[in-house]
């Protein structure tokens, strides 16, 4: 069965703080994995998308990284602001689907 | 352009009652998708229409579920009988490309309709 986890499932830093969010999955075959930002009471946005072959990937503060033999990805926000403050999604696509698996996302918390 | 836009942003209905939600996708998109996002869990896709082909329904949940949209056009998921477990955020997307377009078209996301079965 098609997986993605995440971790932490919550977490909590100080405004101007780095931070780094993990996904993993066991969608197979993979064709591409996408982060997307839900801000509460709003639908998902995407941030990056990322094929087989992309290892890093950047949307301003917003670093991914992808290492598909390890089926394993990471989002670094660098300088955190306060809209930031978001649950962050993994979505993982298969090859020849159409079907995203999503998992449950970060609760990210920015405090000043 | 206008983004996904979705109706009502909340619904709240007794156990039994029929509900209908709309989903009006960005003008030109060809694909839609349904999703169920329960409080804490991740997104579930329910069904996905691609122009006028057949939709694939293969996740939605139960017969009390269906859903339709004409042509390219305004969606409509509706829930017959509501239980109490399909209290749930239910999100719209559209895509502009197939899923033959190499898999690295971007999903478009309504705000979506917060359902409570009471």
């Known amino acids: 069965k098609n997986q993605v986890e995440q971790s932490p499932q919550s977490l909590i830093i100080l405004e101007g703080k780095n931070c780094t969010l993990q996904c993993n999955y066991t969608v197979s075959p993979f064709s591409n994995l996408r982060w997307y930002k839900q801000d509460t009471g709003r639908g998902p946005v995407s941030l990056t998308i990322?094929?087989?072959?992309?290892n890093t990937k950047s949307n301003g503060r917003y670093t991914a990284t992808l290492d598909a033999d390890t089926k394993q990805s990471s989002l670094h926000i660098t300088a955190s602001q306060l809209s930031d403050s978001a649950s962050y999604i993994c979505?993982?696509?298969?090859?020849?689907?159409?079907?995203?698996?999503f998992g449950k996302g970060t609760k990210l918390s920015v405090i000043p | 352009g206008a983004g996904v836009s979705q109706s009502p942003s909340n619904k709240v209905t007794e156990k039994g009652k029929d509900v209908e939600l709309r989903c009006d996708p960005i003008?030109?998109?060809?694909?839609l998708y349904w999703y169920r996002q329960r409080l804490g869990q991740g997104l579930e896709f329910l069904i996905y229409?691609?122009?006028?082909?057949?939709?694939?329904k293969s996740g939605l949940p139960s017969d009390r579920f269906s859903a339709e949209r004409t042509g390219e056009s305004v969606s409509t998921l509706t829930i017959q009988r509501t239980q109490q477990e399909d209290s749930a955020v239910y999100l719209c997307?559209?895509?502009?490309?197939?899923?033959?377009?190499?898999?690295?078209?971007?999903?478009?996301f309504g705000p979506g309709t917060r359902l409570l079965v009471l």
């Open positions: 990322m094929t087989f072959s992309e």
């Open positions: 979505v993982v696509k298969g090859a020849g689907s159409y079907q995203l698996t």
């Open positions: 003008s030109g998109h060809t694909a």
């Open positions: 229409f691609q122009g006028n082909s057949a939709p694939d």
């Open positions: 997307a559209s895509s502009s490309h197939t899923w033959t377009s190499g898999g690295g078209e971007t999903q478009y």
